[in-house]
């Protein structure tokens, strides 16, 4: 089986909503969706849930246009090759690190 399965949580939608709705959630998310694909276990865990996986992206300026970071959680099944997307929030402001455009986002 080629890739990863990626497919969203009923939680899911209500939390994309919270950020702005899926135009500005699938925009931000692109270079991790790219990545859950391929490879979701090369995300980091979370402590004590060991098939719960974060994601971050960085904060970025485009066109003086400030678009957040995001935190992504996701559940993965690696016997089925699914990741279910069940929550996406704006990150922390603490979180937050700016855009590098010579670093790869995943």
Aim: charged share 25%.
């Amino acid at each position: 089986m080629d890739g990863w399965n990626v497919t969203e949580d009923p939680s899911f939608e209500p939390s994309v909503i919270g950020c702005g709705g899926y135009a500005i959630v699938d925009e931000v998310l692109t270079a991790i969706d790219y990545a859950l694909h391929r490879n979701p276990l090369g995300f980091p865990s979370v402590p004590g849930m060991p098939n719960i996986r974060l994601a971050k992206t960085s904060l970025r300026i485009r066109d003086g246009f400030i678009i957040p970071a995001l935190t992504l959680r996701f559940w993965t099944d690696a016997h089925s090759r699914t990741v279910f997307k069940l929550y996406v929030e704006i990150s922390k402001p603490e979180e937050m690190k700016h855009w590098d455009d010579d670093e790869i986002p995943f």
